[in-house]
């Protein structure tokens, strides 16, 4: 197609999750496409976030499989790491990713543009070569950045974000990670599994903020078990390189220090949001960076959405695909169902994992609700005593009807062994408003650890069978 002569139906600035989504479902329906990306269609969640840190977490879930055999029976020397092979590993599976993702944006005819975007107005976008495509509808989607903090300037060697660790060949023998949050709990998780001594600086009060209570406390205790210091409540005021370059003291809390090989910056990511506009463009951005959406992704100029991190919703790559999907519907004149963020699924690839969907305990009474809430400890489930993984529950939140009953399920909070593949019905419990008279009628297939929701929800009809 060529951009002088013909308007594509939808041009999308940014080919991570969100962007390619739109292009994709878009394409799907016979609209004429093209995707603007500066690097590689998949974005950070495919190169640098969400993939290879799972398959670094993989890794340690072998290494501790490989560790605790003997418990099974079988004998096996102490296990060694060569981070360099998991790497490589990491790498061609982003590889397989990628090479399958643009072979499927190629077959749907998926114009893909090489170059950094920038939206001038009137549906016009520049690339970084100077040459301009126009869209009838154009969809901002470039991502996020990883935040910084004063007092820690990125080096790649000493101080790291999250593009940095995942290009490690080898792992420090120790580091502080600032930032207790999803992502630094992932990498504190996966360094001290693989064996390096991991502090944890959080400013909050709390490890994973906004996890339910019971929840976070589980993996705090397995951090510490582990021999991973978290320090919630303090905050970083600096660091002292050594004088040889070979490591760094961390400053934190009242004149508190810890000395480290390396410092990983996790303290989220804002919007990549700066360059993105053009002085004729009339899209609002917030004063965080944020561009101003309603619900359907529209921003304040006709024809022009954005979806993904872009936007202050919640910065998980699935909620981008159902952003795209909202706001291509709306483009093509579809009924289109907004995304419910108070709903959306969560999941935490830490060790043990972490899944959730909802209302915490803690939100429900602050909004004045009256809850009823039952919790299924995995210690007494038979799938787990058999792999061999115990810590954790299943915690569910109903409202408590007028007669004492449960009705609607409000949340589902997990943490234990495979959390992040048993959200599936909890999820759909939570959106459907399904009661636990309900769900109860459902078979739950056993032993298995899925079970240990049906069992939760069971409880709460007043007539469980394991669960009190």
Request: glycine share 14%; hydrophobic share 40%; charged share 20%.
């Amino acid at each position: 197609m060529s951009p002088t002569s013909d308007i594509y139906d939808v041009l999308v600035i940014g080919g991570g999750p969100g962007g390619y989504a739109a292009a994709l479902y878009g394409a799907s329906a016979g609209l004429s496409v093209a995707v603007v990306e500066k690097d590689k269609v998949g974005g950070t969640c495919l190169h640098r976030g969400c993939v290879p840190a799972k398959e670094f977490l993989e890794t340690a879930a072998a290494f501790r499989a490989v560790g605790g055999a003997s418990e099974f029976g079988i004998s096996v020397s102490e296990p060694k790491i060569d981070f360099s092979i998991s790497q490589a590993r990491k790498q061609k599976v982003v590889d397989q990713l990628w090479k399958g993702l643009s072979g499927l944006m190629k077959g749907r005819k998926i114009e893909t543009i090489e170059g950094v975007g920038r939206y001038l107005g009137s549906g016009r976008v520049e690339v970084s070569d100077g040459r301009i495509f126009e869209g009838q509808n154009v969809i901002l989607a470039s991502g996020s950045v990883p935040r910084s903090i004063p007092g820690f300037e990125v080096d790649g060697k000493i101080v790291m974000t999250s593009d940095e660790v995942l290009s490690l060949e080898s792992l420090p023998a120790s580091v502080a990670v600032i930032g207790g949050g999803a992502i630094g709990c992932e990498f504190a998780s996966m360094m001290a599994d693989l064996g390096s001594k991991v502090t944890v600086l959080e400013a909050l009060p709390q490890i994973l903020t906004g996890v339910d209570k019971d929840v976070a406390d589980v993996v705090l205790k397995s951090f510490r078990r582990r021999g991973i210091n978290v320090h919630a409540g303090v905050a970083v005021s600096g660091h002292t390189p050594n004088p040889d370059g070979t490591g760094t003291a961390v400053h934190f809390g009242e004149q508190q220090s810890v000395s480290v090989e390396a410092v990983i910056v996790s303290v989220g990511r804002r919007p990549n949001s700066e360059g993105l506009l053009g002085p004729d463009a009339s899209v609002d951005i917030d004063q965080r960076g944020f561009v101003v959406v309603d619900q359907f992704m529209r921003t304040s100029e006709q024809g022009v959405y954005a979806i993904g991190d872009l936007v202050a919703t919640a910065q998980l790559a699935h909620v981008g695909f159902a952003e795209a999907v909202v706001a291509i519907k709306h483009i093509l004149g579809e009924p289109a169902v907004p995304v419910d963020y108070s709903k959306v699924p969560w999941c935490i690839y830490c060790h043990p994992e972490v899944a959730f969907a909802g209302m915490t305990e803690e939100a429900a009474r602050a909004a004045g609700v009256d809850i009823i809430v039952k919790k299924d400890p995995f210690g007494g489930n038979s799938r787990a005593r058999i792999v061999g993984e115990t810590d954790g529950l299943v915690k569910v939140v109903a409202e408590r009807m007028p007669d004492g009953s449960a009705g609607r399920i409000l949340g589902v909070h997990m943490v234990g062994p495979w959390v992040t593949e048993q959200l599936g019905q909890g999820y759909l419990a939570v959106n459907w408003e399904a009661t636990p008279e309900e769900v109860s009628q459902f078979i739950q297939p056993h032993p298995t650890l899925s079970e240990a929701f049906g069992e939760t929800v069971m409880a709460l009809t007043g007539r469980g069978l394991h669960v009190g």
